[in-house]
Nanobody
Framework: QVQLVESGGGLVQAGGSLRLSCAASGRTFSRLTMGWFRQAPGKEREFVAVISWSGLWTKYTDSVKGRFTISRDNAKNTVYLQMNTLKPEDTAVYYC????????????????WGQGTQVTVSS
């Protein structure tokens, strides 16, 4: 029983930055592995980034390495995705997700999902 609510999406120009937030409630946040996924029009939902419950371990999909940073503030029950040097190909609905296990990158391994927030990057 976990509720996730994303925020921070919007329209930005290529090269700009945006920070997404995901607020969690319903159970202990500190033991949840938190991930970000995205789904562009006509494409499957894909893994973007994940962070362990401790914040010590992270993974990123190759296309965002060096540009995106996932972080969490367990005191605020919130996970963030800082997106820098945005590109038009980053345009997608971004979803926050949680699981009770480890650093999974497959959508099927996640137990809880947010409603998504739209990120649009213009040329």
């Amino acid at each position: 029983q976990v509720q996730l609510v994303e925020s921070g999406g919007g329209l930005v120009q290529a090269g700009g930055s945006l920070r997404l937030s995901c607020a969690a409630s319903g159970r202990t946040f500190s033991r949840l592995t938190m991930g970000w996924f995205r789904q562009a029009p006509g494409k499957e939902r894909e893994f973007v980034a994940v962070i362990s419950w401790s914040g010590l371990w992270t993974k990123y999909t190759d296309s965002v390495k060096g540009r995106f940073t996932i972080s969490r503030d367990n005191a605020k029950n919130t996970v963030y995705l800082q997106m820098n040097t945005l590109k038009p190909e980053d345009t997608a609905v971004y979803y926050c997700a949680a699981n009770l296990g480890g650093l999974e990158t497959s959508t099927s391994e996640y137990d809880y999902w947010g409603q998504g927030t739209q990120v649009t990057v213009s040329s």
